[in-house]
C-alpha cells in the first residue's frame, strides 16, 4: 500500500468529496491520510497571511509522519500568493524535516503549465481581486502570462465550496471562446474538477487543468474517467 499524506486548509471541504465520490476510479494500491490546519479567510491582511506560518503546517507534516506516508503534498494555492520562491523554499525544508518527498498543489500546477507549453492561459480563481492578481504576477514571472482572467471575489475559504460546477464551467468557456489553449482552475476548495469533466467533452484538445484534479493525480489517485 502506498500511503500519501494531504495537508489540506481546515475550511476545505472539496478535497475530501472528491476523494469519496471518485472512489470506485481510483488505484486501490493508494491510501490518503488527511491533516488540516486552520484557514478561514483568504485575503493580503497579515491575519490571512498568518494561517500559513510554517509552524501550523509542521504541525501537520509532523502528524503525516505518525501515518508513516510515503509523500506529503500541501494540497493549497497559497503559495501562488505569497510567493513562488517561499514555497520552494517550505517544500525543501519540509522535504528535509520528514525525510520523504513534499511538494505543493501551486508547485505542481506550474509543472502542469510547463508541460501543456501553455502559451494562451485562462485562469479562473474564487478569490478577490487583489489575490487573484498577485497570483497573476507571480505566474507571469515563470513564464506564464494569463491571456484571461476571472475571479468571483471571495475571501471566506468556506464560500468557495459552494460555487456550482456549472457556473466555473461557464467562465472556462468564456476563456476558450476568447482563444486560450490552457484553462487552470486554481483553488483547492473550488469544484473546478467537476466543471473540467463537463466542458472536456466538448472540447477534447483543450487543456483543462484544475488544482484538485492535479493534485490528486500527482499522488496516484489514477482517475479513470
Known amino acids: 500500500m502506498h500511503r500519501v499524506g494531504l495537508i489540506i486548509p481546515s475550511s476545505n471541504v472539496v478535497v475530501e468529496e472528491t476523494l469519496r465520490q471518485q472512489a470506485g476510479d481510483m488505484n486501490p494500491a493508494v491510501a490518503f491520510h488527511i491533516a488540516r490546519f486552520s484557514v478561514v479567510a483568504v485575503d493580503l491582511g497579515s491575519d ?4 500559513f506560518q510554517d509552524a501550523a ?11 508513516d506516508v510515503d509523500r506529503i503534498i500541501f494540497a493549497g494555492t497559497a503559495g501562488a500568493w505569497l510567493g ?10 519540509a522535504t528535509d524535516r520528514a525525510h520523504i518527498p513534499v511538494t505543493s498543489t501551486t508547485l505542481l500546477a506550474l509543472e502542469a503549465l ?5 502559451a494562451r492561459i485562462g485562469l479562473i480563481t474564487p478569490f478577490r481581486t487583489d489575490v487573484h492578481e498577485a497570483i497573476v504576477q507571480n505566474f507571469a514571472g515563470e513564464g506564464f502570462a494569463t491571456k484571461v482572467s476571472h475571479c468571483l471575489e471571495l475571501d471566506r475559504s468556506r464560500d468557495m465550496a459552494d460555487v456550482s460546477p456549472e457556473r466555473i464551467a461557464d467562465l472556462m468557456r468564456s476563456c476558450l471562446d476568447e482563444g486560450c489553449d490552457t484553462v487552470l482552475c486554481f483553488c483547492t476548495n473550488f469544484r473546478g474538477l467537476d466543471a473540467c469533466q463537463h466542458i472536456s467533452n466538448g472540447n477534447p484538445s483543450a487543456t483543462l487543468l484544475d488544482s484538485v484534479g492535479l493534485t490528486l493525480h500527482a499522488a496516484g489517485a489514477d482517475f479513470r474517467n
Open 114 to 118: 510547463r508541460k501543456a507549453n501553455a
Open 48 to 51: 490571512s497571511v498568518d494561517q
Open 84 to 93: 513562488l520562491d517561499r514555497e520552494r523554499a517550505w517544500c525543501r525544508r
Open 57 to 67: 503546517i509542521d504541525r501537520a507534516i509532523d502528524q503525516l509522519m505518525e501515518a
